[in-house]
């Protein structure tokens, strides 16, 4: 393994602290914590927006990083494992607690990312029409429950069951293509 370029590791480092932040920020403003300022988001999301694809996606004289195919196959694999706890309502939050149920759909499908997951080319337009389902129905939970932080809460809200139908719908539609292998780029899924 060829070592990186010392500007290389520290676009690395960068990105992925401000992606942290991004993630934390959007996190304590999901649950309602006043912790962290809109301004802290938006300077993240800022920081991010222009090296974020040199720092995920290779160059052209780097071999090692994965092509932004293939990024975006992985990415959809995590967002059909996302759709899984979404897909099983209030067992789904049970599972996986209402953090996770509801920031690892946000991890990979969002609109308040610098990438534009609606283009990917690894999606068909109706994957993309039915994530756009769970995903607005998942922020209008989110909107509407900021101050709830306990599993029984969530689930008392009636949120779940709300959304589980449209996930369930999203992940049927992705189902039947399949899943992407995460070392090759592919033009259908294969697994």
Known sequence: MATQRPHRRKL???????????LKARS???YGRSGWPQRTLSAAQ????VPIRAAIFRSVDDNERPSERLVEQRMRNRAMEALEALSEGDSGVRSVG???YVEQFFDVINDDIPWHWRDWSCFTPEEVERLDEV??????ACDATPLIDT???FIASG??????P??????DVMRTRGRFREDVEEDAPSE
């Open 12 to 22: 690395d480092m960068l990105a992925s602290a401000a992606t942290s932040i991004v």
């Open 28 to 30: 304590a403003a999901v």
């Open 46 to 49: 800022e920081c991010i927006s």
């Open 98 to 100: 209402v953090g996770e």
């Open 135 to 140: 995903h607005g129905l998942l922020k209008a």
């Open 151 to 153: 599993d029984d809460d």
């Open 159 to 164: 949120r779940p069951v709300r959304i589980q």
């Open 166 to 171: 449209a996930a369930r719908k999203a992940l």
